[in-house]
């Protein structure tokens, strides 16, 4: 079992519509947990980051993370073309020297 | 632009044979994280260095890899007979310990392929 699991999609979805993301994880040392975006043959840009429990809301993008439930989750809202990408989540904690641990990517279709 | 940038972008390769791979961090970020991700998978720790100075490396990099992070600036990883299985994107990302050493900025990549 991988450290952290990710459904790999596609989810497509129409223009407007609010996307949810999801991570399980099973470390329960993991304290920082972020999200990338991803386009083809790019790397990773880093879209939000959390500490602990709790949401954090920057534009159209919301991360939650329930740590009792080893589950982290981000929202689109009002979706768009330019959004479509994959998603890759990441945790780490101090101890292991915030080397990043990666889900697999959730591939994402937002249809004009 | 002030990001983090890796060069080269492509490199094809004949089993093997050495290649060589640059990055350069974002100035002033003292901590730099070398990753590897294959098609479909998200990338995965390869090495780290805070400073100039290698503190921890992956079970995946093995004998045939080397990095070096001379005077904590650009990174150099390489790898040495090259075999078909190193066909990878290779990122690599910077921090700034003091503020936050998940909050890492990656490069665009060097896409390997071994033929």
């Known amino acids: 079992q991988k450290e952290v699991e990710q459904d790999p999609g596609p989810l497509s979805v129409p223009e407007g519509a609010i996307v949810s993301l999801n991570c399980t994880y099973s470390?329960?040392?993991?304290?920082?947990f972020m999200w990338y975006r991803q386009y083809s043959r790019k790397g990773p840009e880093l879209l939000m980051y959390?500490?602990?429990?709790g949401n954090k809301e920057d534009g159209r993008f919301t991360a939650q993370v329930d740590k009792s439930s080893k589950y982290i989750s981000l929202f689109i809202r009002d979706s768009q073309p330019s959004d479509s990408a994959t998603y890759l989540c990441?945790?780490?904690?101090?101890?292991?020297?915030?080397?990043?641990?990666f889900g697999s990517g959730t591939r994402l279709l937002v249809r004009p | 632009d002030t990001g983090v940038s890796q060069d080269p972008r492509h490199k094809i390769t004949k089993r093997g044979q050495n290649v060589t791979f640059r990055c350069d961090p974002i100035?002033?970020?003292?901590?730099l994280y070398w990753y590897r991700q294959t098609l479909g998978q998200g990338p995965e720790f390869l090495t780290y260095f805070q400073n100039e100075a290698q503190l921890e490396k992956s079970r995946l990099l093995s004998d045939r890899f080397s990095a070096e992070r001379p005077k904590g600036s650009f990174s150099t990883l390489e790898i040495q007979r090259t075999e078909q299985g190193d066909s990878a994107m290779y990122l690599c990302a910077s921090s700034l310990r003091e503020l936050a050493g998940y909050e890492q900025y990656f490069g665009p990549g060097t896409r390997l392929t071994v033929t």
């Open positions: 100035s002033e970020h003292n901590r």
């Open positions: 959390t500490y602990s429990s």
């Open positions: 990441a945790m780490s904690d101090r101890d292991s020297s915030y080397k990043l641990i």
């Open positions: 470390n329960s040392a993991f304290q920082y």
